[in-house]
């Protein structure tokens, strides 16, 4: 499916808000968003429509090769974020191809990227309540945190923080999974995979 290139991408990084929640696994696409803009050199504000927090700018070189995209974080919990992005995507009329889910991902190990367009949700709330309002023909950039140890519940794993020997290569793999978004922005899906999926 390709995507018109006028129109703009909304990069929709799922979490939940507020600072108890900040460092933990299911946090990690709001880690990724802020990461990217930072790099956009922007700050987040609440959105008067949506309950979301955006922020909007470009990314790219300068010129004509360069898209518009929008930054956001619903929040909402996680389990309600379809509404906020399904929101945000009608307001800035970004057509469904052109939202991009970033997320924690338990079936893949820690650090590793897996992107794609469509599918199942895989048990993901926020991913089922993005599917439930608005389809599953997104984008996701699906971020690996590996699955809990012994018989921790995944409820339990998830909402902990990041482990102090994943915390010293965290910085590295939310660098690496914004250079993804960027390439999936830019280059399209499948050269996106091509560097990024191993």
Known sequence: MTSDATAPWLIAGLGNPGPGYAANRHNVGFMVVDLLAQ??????????????????GRVGPPGPGSR????????????????????????????????????D???????????????GDNGHNGLKSMTKA??????????????????????DFVLKDFSGAERKELDYFVDRAADAVEALVLEGLERAQSTYNS
Do not use: C, W
């Open 68 to 103: 518009r995209v929008v930054l956001a974080k619903p929040m909402s919990y996680m389990n309600l974020s379809g509404g906020p992005v399904t929101g945000l995507r009608d307001f800035y009329k970004v057509p469904t191809a052109n939202v991009v889910a970033v997320h």
């Open 134 to 155: 608005m389809g599953a023909d997104y984008h996701r950039v699906r971020f690996g945190i590996g699955r809990p140890p012994g018989r921790m519940p995944v409820a």
């Open 39 to 56: 790099r956009m050199g922007g700050g987040f504000k609440r959105h008067g429509k949506a309950q979301a927090q955006v922020v909007e």
């Open 105 to 119: 991902e338990l079936d893949i190990d820690f650090g590793v990227l897996r992107l794609k367009l469509g599918g």
